[in-house]
């Protein structure tokens, strides 16, 4: 299972109604973080785990969601997060 594969499985706990995910490690080829194999992405997610919450407090569950991903897969992640009311 690639890295995207596993970013895609672990998004499910935040109940997403819907997300994008881009890959934007080509972009990044020669940069530090993707000569140690982490790759970049963007992520767009909207769910409504996200209502009451600020964007620090949104980001914080992304994060916590992906886990050790963070440490050695994913060099960098872009982070869109909405509730379904902000559409």
């Keep these: ?10 998004l499910a706990a935040l109940e997403p109604e819907s ?8 972009a990044h080829r020669g ?3 993707a000569a140690s194999g982490g790759g970049h992405f963007s992520l767009t997610i909207v ?15 992304v994060y916590e ?5 963070m440490q050695r897969d994913i060099h960098a992640l872009s982070i869109s997060a909405l509730t379904p009311e902000e559409l």
Excluded: C, Q, V, W
């Design 31 to 33: 940069h530090a973080g």
């Design 1 to 10: 299972m690639n890295t995207a594969d596993r970013i895609r499985e672990r």
């Design 65 to 69: 969601a992906m886990g050790e991903l």
């Design 47 to 61: 769910s409504p785990k996200f209502r009451t919450l600020s964007t620090l407090a949104r980001h914080r569950l």
């Design 19 to 26: 997300y994008t995910l881009e890959d934007d490690s080509a």
